[in-house]
């Protein structure tokens, strides 16, 4: 979701009504005020000179390629990932769910790369699409497997790490990247990461069980890039823009400015606890972390607003704690 920053924090019982967004811009930050009419100034009274038109925002357009190779798209008008997802099927006239996941600048399966709550306005968004289904037999001969999941925001929950010595290292077939599309032939598809990574330390031990995975589609990775100017990149250079279009899972993309150095430490603290605890990594879930703790004043006021905003995780209350813990100690001690 697209975001200014220059937060203001709303008044008690001040209600805040949502407005559509148009391109990933609401319309107080993609117009301006209407000027009066020609002739006249604000209180009706007449002038001299007309009032010069409004600037308009432009609209916000991003470059985006295939993964795996494809000329270089164009899209906008998105406002979250499905939408986003759905903008780049078109381009490239393929169906939405043949995308697993996207990255940011390069085409490689980089899961330091992947495309979460923010986007630079200068981002070029490269998409992974379906490729190979395998399957594969594991038994669990410990209670950690040793995954770390994510979700694509979209349907798909695919594996960003594996831990070293882990159950899942040893089987050479499983790799990072893999999304997860079935579980002993129940399908997970549509499942947030949280509940697939419940479902698999759910498992019983000494029992092996069978995944069904998709792998992303590849060619560039097999080769090496001939010329720095090949008409398709695979690693792209962008500059640092000011502000980030702000992608959320509930509610319009807001535009605003590139989180502070002590919001991205924070979040990444976060998301770390995210792993430990539960399995999972999301840069966007720590982030939205991050912002309810901004407006809290103690840790019982967190876990309050946490549980109103992300219930559905049902957060045990050690896990708040340390999360809180994590933030205050990124803020230096400013709340």
Not at 93 to 102: A, K, N, Q, V, W
Not at 200 to 226: S, Y
Request: charged share 30%; aromatic share 6%; glycine share 8%.
């Amino acid at each position: 979701m697209l975001r200014r920053s220059g937060r203001r924090s709303k008044k008690a019982g001040e209600e805040e009504e949502e407005k559509p967004m148009e391109n990933g811009v609401s319309p107080e930050q993609g117009a301006t005020e209407a000027p009066p009419e020609v002739g006249k100034t604000g209180d009706g009274a007449p002038a001299a000179f007309s009032q010069p038109s409004p600037w308009v925002r432009p609209r916000l357009v991003f470059h985006t390629q295939l993964a795996h190779g494809s000329p270089t798209g164009k899209i906008e008008g998105f406002t979250n990932v499905k939408e986003l997802y759905a903008k780049i099927a078109e381009v490239f006239d393929i169906s939405p769910t043949e995308i697993l996941f996207c990255t940011l600048n390069t085409h490689k399966v980089d899961m330091q790369k992947l495309l979460g709550g923010q986007i630079g306005l200068e981002d070029f968004i490269f998409a992974h699409v379906r490729g190979e289904t395998k399957e594969v037999e594991v038994t669990k001969t410990e209670d950690a497997l040793g995954l770390t999941i994510t979700d694509n925001g979209a349907g798909y929950a695919f594996i960003k790490r594996i831990k070293d010595g882990s159950v899942m290292n040893c089987v050479q077939t499983v790799c990072v990247g893999d999304s997860i599309e079935a579980i002993n032939d129940h399908s997970i598809v549509g499942c947030r990461h949280y509940d697939v990574a419940k479902m698999l330390r759910e498992l019983p031990r000494a029992q092996p069980f069978t995944l069904r995975l998709v792998q992303p589609k590849r060619a560039f990775d097999m080769i090496g890039q001939r010329t720095k100017s090949s008409k398709c990149p695979g690693e792209v250079k962008v500059a640092s823009g000011k502000e980030t279009l702000r992608l959320r899972a509930r509610g319009t993309a807001s535009l605003e400015d590139v989180p502070s150095a002590w919001e991205k430490e924070a979040a990444r603290r976060v998301d770390d606890l995210l792993e430990s605890y539960m399995g999972i990594r999301d840069v966007e879930l720590a982030s939205t972390m991050v912002e309810v703790a901004r407006e809290c004043l103690s840790p019982a006021e967190f876990a309050k607003s946490l549980d109103s905003v992300l219930g559905e995780f049902a957060f045990p209350g050690e896990f708040v704690a340390e999360v809180w813990a994590a933030i205050h100690g990124a803020q230096g001690g400013r709340k």
